[in-house]
T-cell receptor
Framework: DAKTTQPTSMDCAEGRAANLPCNHS???????VYWYRQIHSQGPQYIIH???NNETNEMASLIITEDRKSSTLILPHATLRDTAVYYC????????????FGSGTRLLVRP | DTEVTQTPKHLVMGMTNKKSLKCEQH?????MYWYKQKAKKPPELMFV???????INESVPSRFSPECPNSSLLNLHLHALQPEDSALYLC????????????FGSGTRLTVV
């Protein structure tokens, strides 16, 4: 699975959009981008995943660049409850059971 | 029911003790996982059960022994642990073939003294 690079930490103001970048320059054509988050003292939570088209669900939007070398997770109106570590993971969908977490981005939402 | 339930939430055990961690899900998921997470580190995969059969063991020491009695339950038996085994142990499940979408429990925080 391709390696990902994320900033160690970010912050944003409550009510504003949080844009979390992820670099995956070695991604191959059959690899998907997954995002999870882990709120303190909880297990990770699946957020969204995509291949090449932009995706949106009730939690977030995922924007993948045309060359697929990077992506951005967007939380449109961040709340204090969105403070968490956000993990970007690249894997071949359904090819194996492995989910390999990188170091992630620690997002702090400020009041 | 969309949850993975882990018990106990906290466990303190001595190095000579035998204990078990339990995990339960009723989502009909046929893949179940154990992860280990040290403080300020990402989760690391330990074991995967697929359709109640052990399919992945990430070279975990034998003092950790997984068991999948049925499709809803997953246990992790612990024996002769070391203090460095203290960590958050997370259970997860998913429904093949969508194995990228794991549902995680809140974990068992284990302290070995």
């Amino acid at each position: 699975d391709a390696k990902t690079t994320q900033p160690t930490s970010m912050d944003c103001a409550e009510g504003r959009a949080a844009n979390l970048p992820c670099n995956h320059s070695t991604i191959s054509g059959n690899e998907y981008v997954y995002w999870y988050r882990q709120i303190h003292s909880q297990g990770p939570q699946y957020i969204i995943h995509g291949l090449k088209n932009n995706e949106t669900n009730e939690m977030a939007s995922l924007i993948i660049t045309e060359d697929r070398k990077s992506s951005t997770l967007i939380l449109p109106h961040a709340t204090l409850r969105d403070t968490a570590v956000y993990y970007c993971i690249v894997r071949e969908v359904d090819s194996s059971y492995k989910l390999i977490f990188g170091s992630g981005t620690r997002l702090l939402v400020r009041p | 029911d969309t949850e993975v339930t882990q018990t106990p939430k906290h466990l303190v055990m001595g190095m000579t003790n035998k204990k078990s961690l339990k995990c339960e899900q009723h989502m009909g998921h046929r893949a179940m996982y154990w992860y280990k997470q040290k403080a300020k580190k990402p989760p690391e995969l330990m074991f995967v059960y697929s359709y109640e059969k052990l399919s992945i063991n990430e070279s975990v020491p034998s003092r950790f022994s997984p068991e999948c009695p049925n499709s809803s339950l997953l246990n992790l038996h612990l024996h002769a642990l070391q203090p460095e085994d203290s960590a958050l142990y997370l259970c997860a499940s998913s429904q093949p073939p969508r194995t990228g979408r794991n549902t995680f429990g809140s974990g068992t925080r284990l302290t070995v003294v």
